[in-house]
């Protein structure tokens, strides 16, 4: 993400309390918490980003599509074309060619619709590649299969705990990584690149974690929006909405029982 552009800084006041808890050898949940903090307005930006709602609505209606007989047609039809399902890797690229043409159409390509984008492709590969051969190989029939192992609301609320997870990281890494990068060296928090890496691995465990939280309400969301309202775009935003917020309130209650 090096073309990204930082259109929300962190609030200055609040960032003291990072660099002062990454300086001071603090946890990855107070860490992750005050980062959370200081960049309030890249959150609530969030709340209203067409790329992150759009990625979560692509996602629901894509396992929920898996499941009927005309998959490749739903893949032609948002962007995905039908050789997307050829091998996990093609899904991937398809998924990622479908949010960037639907972006440039929008104009409303941005630091979070990016985020989201990277962590649901890598979502993707990580889950669907667990019931097939791998990434390159297979065939449609197999990755078909592979997404309906997730169109259950016990299978989708997998996969959005898995992605809001690794959504989460890119959003406290975003944030995160030039700070830490000044703690690496003798005398300072990190003693070499090697305990840095060691403090990132913390970190993503530490959102896979917190977004367990999401795990447990998105069964619902997907049952009832499914048969009742439609895996419409409206709903796909509300959740999203509530899962931030849910989100929040748990790093929040993590970093305060992080032991400070």
């Known amino acids: 993400m090096g073309h990204i552009r930082n259109q929300y800084p ?53 396992v929920n599509a898996a499941r009927s007989t005309d998959f490749e047609g739903w893949l032609e039809r948002n962007g995905l074309g039908r050789e997307s399902a ?81 959504f989460t990281e890119r959003y406290l890494g975003y944030h995160l990584s030039r700070e830490l990068s000044l703690h690496v060296g003798v005398s300072q928090r990190f003693s070499d690149p090697a305990a840095h890496s060691e403090f990132l691995d913390k970190l993503g465990a530490h959102c896979r974690e917190v977004a367990q939280i999401v795990e447990t309400f998105a069964p619902g969301w997907y049952s009832k929006s499914k048969f009742e309202t439609g895996l419409s775009e409206r709903s796909a935003a509300g959740f999203t909405d509530y899962c931030l917020d849910k989100l929040r309130s748990e790093i929040k209650r993590r970093g305060g029982a992080d032991g400070r």
């Open 86 to 166: 050829a091998s996990p890797l093609s899904l991937i690229a398809g998924f990622a060619e479908s949010m960037d043409v639907y972006l440039r159409a929008k104009r409303k390509r941005t630091d979070i619709g990016e985020m989201a984008q990277l962590a649901a492709t890598e979502t993707l590969g990580e889950l669907v590649s667990q019931h097939t051969s791998g990434l390159w190989g297979d065939s449609t029939q197999t990755v078909q299969a592979a997404l309906t192992q997730f169109s259950t609301p016990a299978g989708f609320g997998v996969l959005a705990q898995r992605f809001f997870g690794r």
């Open 10 to 62: 962190p609030d200055t006041v609040k960032w003291r309390r990072v660099v002062a808890a990454i300086a001071e050898g603090e946890g990855v949940a107070s860490v992750g918490e005050a980062t959370m903090a200081a960049a309030e307005k890249g959150l609530a930006l969030a709340r209203q980003d067409r790329g992150l709602s759009r990625v979560v609505y692509l996602l629901a209606q894509m």
